[in-house]
């Protein structure tokens, strides 16, 4: 099975290459070579701390509460 058998029937070999075409090899190698520090919140979470600074915000309190450093 190719990988082609998976794809929409829009979508045959010409116009794969049409699409990939003005593609660039390693155009994002840096950026994924240097990882991520993203994190998926359970929902509950999610509610309670909507913005990435209300988590910093929490996180910064605990740290400073528990007597612990970054």
């Known amino acids: 099975m190719?990988?082609?058998d998976d794809l929409p029937p829009e979508y045959d070999e010409a116009t794969?290459?049409?699409l990939l075409r003005e593609?660039?090899?390693g155009k994002y190698v840096t950026r994924?070579?240097?990882?991520?520090?993203l994190?998926?919140?359970d929902p509950d979470l999610a509610d309670a701390f909507p913005t990435e600074?209300?988590?910093n915000?929490?996180?910064r309190q605990f740290l400073k509460t528990n007597h612990l450093t970054a």
Do not use: F
């Open 53 to 55: 600074e209300a988590v």
């Open 57 to 59: 915000d929490a996180l």
């Open 32 to 37: 994924y070579q240097a990882g991520t520090n």
């Open 2 to 4: 190719s990988c082609q």
């Open 23 to 25: 593609g660039v090899r």
């Open 16 to 18: 794969l290459r049409d």
């Open 39 to 41: 994190i998926k919140l």
